[in-house]
């Protein structure tokens, strides 16, 4: 199916749109201002009537569904911005996360009058912990970035309370996702990158040197942001223990392994996940996120307050917790998101959670295979997520970026570009698991099609996109002098 265009007609504010007396709603008719007085201090009634704009019903649904035309989003196509698992979010959680008894739940309720709330933050967890084989959980954070900060305040706690305050540096490869050194950096330490081998993995013998009496903590994504399983991953954790470190990982791939591969299992200490990847709740635009931190048993004492614990068959929350890091988020973390993932695994069961992994690689590895000719992949084929290079394509004066371009015109979202840092000309594709063969084969098809063009007319690859509602910015102008304000019409 070809997905619609975007809508490339101007759209007038919904205040453009109004007309005096054109409402499309009775809506009761106001007290006068003699019984308003009654009723109100003077200094609450309004003097002005309200700003609305007049317009009926189907035109304002028009006009949202218009604006809904102008931008990519899930609901239309295909998303397939590596790095991200902009996978389709079913319908189904969102009901689920407006039933009134959770939608309207006020935070302050007492553990007593909210306990199908408790259960269900505890039963998520403790699913969550089950695909990570860890021994206990926050859900508080609310994004993946958060997680990893969580995470290593917890490393740094865990040290801290062995009195071992040498280590103060974390070692990260340079495959790895930007959120990881700058976690480490605002939580104070010292950041050691370390070169991937070239197969895009981590290189054992470069991290047994880089390893120390000062380590705190190693963070490793997996897959990593090249796509790739880090087959070493139970070496890796074995080296980092004998120095007396702690291995962090970067769980938002989850998507790649969940039901197939436990971290846990492979001597991981503490990870995070990213709800609003791997579990389906909204993101980009759409969030806010979630990004739970699951840790073993020895980082247990530090997790953040309040936890949700299970006391006999009633739930509560846990506040008397004397080694915790303390709070991160006001109240619980976004509880809303922890409904639509609690949706989405209790939807899919073991099997289904296993078998979505299973299809995210295979999705991704058949992109790969339909396209590798043109688009080589630097280090091979990978699991959820294929990593091109659009170098080819130099000679003839194309960009990745006029690349990512085109494909606006053909109806999908671009991949992400130039990261990871150490592809040159990268191109990062995700197709997740939510893509039909049909769906895959026409972004494969448009690839060789762009690949066509840029290298028989490769100003048509270059001036794209033209079927958008704006074309391109000159970036640096609009960073310099930027216009932001919009001149009302009426
Ligand atoms: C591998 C990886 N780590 C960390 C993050 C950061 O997550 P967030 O954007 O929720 O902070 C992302 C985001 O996509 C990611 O892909």
Redesign the pocket.
């Known amino acids: 199916m070809q997905p619609f265009p975007l809508s490339p007609f101007p759209t007038p504010l919904i205040f453009e749109r109004s007309k005096p007396g054109r409402g499309g709603t009775r809506v009761p008719k106001p007290i006068t201002a003699k019984r308003a007085a009654d009723l109100l201090p003077a200094a609450a009634l309004r003097r002005d009537p309200p700003h609305l704009p007049e317009v009926p019903e189907f035109e304002v649904m028009r006009h949202f569904v218009e604006l809904s035309l102008k931008n990519h989003h899930v609901d239309r196509a295909l998303y397939p911005l590596g790095?991200?698992?902009m996978k389709y979010n079913p319908k189904v959680n969102e009901d689920m996360a407006r039933l009134p008894g959770f939608a309207a739940l006020h935070p302050f309720t007492p553990d007593v009058a909210c306990q199908g709330a408790l259960r269900l933050i505890h039963t998520l967890g403790e699913w969550l912990m089950d695909i990570g084989g860890m021994d206990a959980i926050t859900l508080q954070p609310a994004?993946?970035?958060?997680?990893?900060m969580t995470g290593i305040l917890l490393i740094a706690a865990y040290h801290r309370s062995r009195g071992d305050t040498a280590r103060q540096t974390v070692i990260i490869p340079d495959s790895?996702?930007g959120?990881?050194p700058a976690t480490a950096a605002l939580a104070g330490f010292v950041v050691k990158a370390i070169k991937s081998d070239p197969r895009g993995q981590m290189d054992l013998a470069t991290l047994k040197a880089a390893l120390g009496p000062d380590t705190a903590a190693v963070m490793l994504?997996n897959p990593?942001?090249v796509g790739r399983f880090e087959t070493g991953v139970v070496e890796i954790a074995k080296l980092v223990h004998d120095a007396g470190a702690l291995l962090y990982m970067?769980g938002?791939?989850m998507n790649a392994l969940m039901g197939v591969v436990r971290p846990g299992d492979s001597g991981v200490d503490a990870m995070?996940f990213?709800l609003?990847?791997t579990f389906s709740t909204p993101?980009g635009g759409g969030g806010p996120?979630s990004?739970p931190v699951a840790v073993k048993r020895h980082l247990e004492p530090f997790l953040p307050v309040p936890l949700v614990v299970k006391q006999g068959d009633r739930y509560a929350r846990e506040w008397d917790r004397p080694q915790t890091i303390g709070k991160l988020h006001g109240y619980f973390g976004n509880f809303g998101m922890m409904v639509r993932a609690y949706t989405y695994i209790s939807m899919l069961g073991p099997d289904g959670i296993r078998e979505t992994a299973q299809a995210a690689v295979l999705n991704a590895n058949y992109v790969a295979a339909r396209i590798e000719k043109k688009y080589p992949m630097p280090f091979g084929r990978g699991m959820h997520e294929c990593v091109a290079t659009g170098t080819p394509f130099k000679v003839f004066g194309v960009k990745t970026l006029d690349i990512a371009k085109r494909l606006l015109d053909y109806g999908f979202h671009a991949p992400t570009i130039y990261f990871p840092l150490i592809v040159p000309e990268a191109l990062m594709i995700e197709p997740t698991e939510t893509a039909t063969r049909d769906e895959l084969d026409r972004f494969a098809d448009t690839m060789l099609q762009i690949a066509k063009e840029a290298e028989e007319q490769p100003e048509l690859v270059t001036g794209a996109p033209y079927l958008t509602p704006v074309s391109r910015f000159d970036e640096a102008a609009a960073a310099r002098n930027p216009n932001v304000r919009y001149t009302f019409a009426g």
């Not at 994004?143 to 990893?148: S, T, Y």
């Open positions: 790095s991200c698992t994004a993946g970035a958060q997680g990893e790895a996702h959120t990881n994504t990593n942001t970067d938002a791939n995070h990213n609003h990847k993101h996120g990004g």
